[in-house]
């Protein structure tokens, strides 16, 4: 059982460069969500899935976009990299469509540098 | 809004000291409270989760305890040992249940 799988697990980008970081389960989940760690600031929401096809912004969503076609795969999308955007990305699911119903499972984080 | 706060920020104990790590939240209508850790560069690992009809949650040698009242969620971690160090986080939903929101961590070094 894989849990929760990101991929890449580092990279780096040039300003203005896009990228796509990937987030699978496997678990049949309902909900899935992307959050970016930074130092002081601690982990903040950026966009949130309650199931395929249906997305929502989070905390702090511009710059990035997303979309959820299947159960299982939830990307995020940088379409114009900025140096702001250098931070660790987690992925993280749970079972039910509702925030903190469940255990909520994470992925092992993508750390991304925007020179 | 829910906010989540923990204290302390940081601290250190000799290796076999029980201690208590806080937290607090502003919106008591939540489901659970999660209790996290966080090794060094890695992701999150769900500790304990404490349904909201609950008072205690145990694991081994954690205990979480809940006072939804009082908005506050205690994790105590007993004869520590240098492997429990690590970012301690708690986290609980939003009221429209749409984001757990998390606490900043506290990081937690036992020495040996």
């Known amino acids: 059982n894989a849990g929760v799988t990101q991929t890449p697990k580092f990279q780096v980008l040039k300003t203005g460069q896009s990228m796509t970081l990937q987030c699978a389960q496997d678990m049949n989940h309902e909900y899935m969500s992307w959050y970016r760690q930074d130092p002081g600031m601690g982990l903040r929401l950026i966009h949130y899935s309650v199931g395929a096809g249906i997305t929502d912004q989070g905390e702090v969503p511009n710059g990035y976009n997303v979309s959820r076609s299947t159960t299982e795969d939830f990307p995020l999308r940088l379409l114009s990299a900025a140096p702001s955007q250098t931070s660790v990305y987690f992925c993280?699911?749970?079972?039910?469509?509702?925030?903190?119903?469940?255990?909520?499972?994470f992925g092992a984080g993508t750390r991304l540098s925007v020179l | 809004k829910q906010e989540v706060t923990q204290i302390p920020a940081a601290l250190s104990v000799p290796e076999g000291e029980n201690l208590v790590l806080n937290c607090s939240f502003t919106?008591?209508?939540?489901?659970?409270l999660q209790w996290f850790r966080q090794d060094p560069g890695k992701g999150l690992t769900s500790l304990l989760l404490i349904q909201s009809s609950q008072r205690e949650q145990t694991s081994g040698r954690l205990n979480a305890s809940l006072d939804k009242s009082s908005g506050r969620s205690t994790l105590y971690i007993a004869a520590s040992q240098p492997g429990d160090s690590a970012t301690y986080l708690c986290?609980?939903?939003?009221?429209?249940?749409?984001?757990?929101?998390f606490g900043k961590g506290t990081t937690l070094s036992v020495s040996s």
């Open positions: 986290a609980a939903n939003n009221q429209a249940g749409t984001a757990l929101i």
């Open positions: 919106d008591s209508a939540i489901y659970n």
């Open positions: 993280a699911s749970s079972q039910d469509r509702r925030a903190g119903k469940n255990i909520q499972y």
